[in-house]
């Protein structure tokens, strides 16, 4: 792939749930690669070959996906998710479907300072788009509109939220949803509570003066998190859920060993590790192995450490 310098990289593996076909035409492993351009890439893995991805949303959207560097896939890699480029008034995403490669459907929010993260609803039915201004909107891929919006509370320049733990009374069978902001506070809610339910949509928010189905998931405009944890002062760039809802890893890179450990449900900070000579540097990147097990921490210094987790 020459003259493109990459910039997200990700396997797409199909799930036993996923709708992607797995005949002989389509490759069911392969590596999507993206960079700074109008355009991504697709590497098979079992042929060999690579496959380049243009023209991939409608006309009257590629101004606001000048770019396709930033990706998200589903957690049964049904669908892709680029984040679209335009910042003045809002910010939008733009979901392709992994079998096709053609663009599904997109889902624009009106937050001041742009777009700031999103994620994958579990089921990946959806996803969760937060704008800089602490506003989360609760997006259905399958039924192509949001379903709710509600405010994070004491929002100061959000900058990414992220999604863990398994619940299927829960909205997208997610239970657990953590918001970070330049502030250095990570607000971690409970959405076992928002289950579907017939309320009005004066607490979903989906509309005014209307009834909401019985499908739409009751979220207060304004929730109270669970807990707001504090122990980081600078601006929160990373947010991972162990796989199994246990433990999430928060961090910030501006700022040497910023990094935390908590414990899920009690919503706890662990305090014997890290300790003051633990040699995490800046922290760029952060990953927790599939069982839970290990720890993987990079920084700026271009390595990485590898912790083992013991209960």
Known sequence: MKNTPLHTVAFCTPTPTSTIPTDQDQDPTRVVLSSRRRYFHTWALSTGSITKTTRS?????????????????????????????????????????????????????????GLASFAWWADSTGLSIVGKNGEVSEYSVTMKRVLARWHDEGAVGTTVITL???????????????????????NIY???????????????????????????????????????????????SHLTFSSDGQMLVLSSRWKKNALRLVHLPSCTVYRNWPTDKTPLGRVSAVALSTDGAYL????????????????
């Open 57 to 113: 949303v409608p006309a009257n959207s590629r101004h606001d996906l000048r770019s396709m560097e930033s990706f998200s896939l589903a957690p049964d890699s049904t669908y892709i998710a680029f984040r679209g480029t335009s910042k003045k008034g809002g910010g939008s995403v733009h979901i392709l479907s992994t079998a096709t490669m053609q663009w599904i459907s997109s889902c624009r929010i009106d937050s001041r300072g």
């Open 164 to 186: 863990g733990g398994s619940s299927p009374q829960s909205l997208g069978c997610s239970r657990w949803v953590a918001i970070g902001s330049s502030s250095g506070i990570v």
């Open 190 to 236: 409970d959405r076992h509570s928002w289950s579907p339910t017939s309320t009005s949509a004066s607490t979903s928010t989906t509309s005014t003066n209307t009834t909401a189905p019985s499908s739409e998931p009751s979220i207060p405009l304004r929730p109270k998190p669970t807990r707001v944890l504090d122990q980081l002062t600078t601006p929160i």
């Open 296 to 311: 993987a921490v990079g920084n700026e210094q271009g390595k990485i450490r590898l912790w083992e987790i013991r209960d």
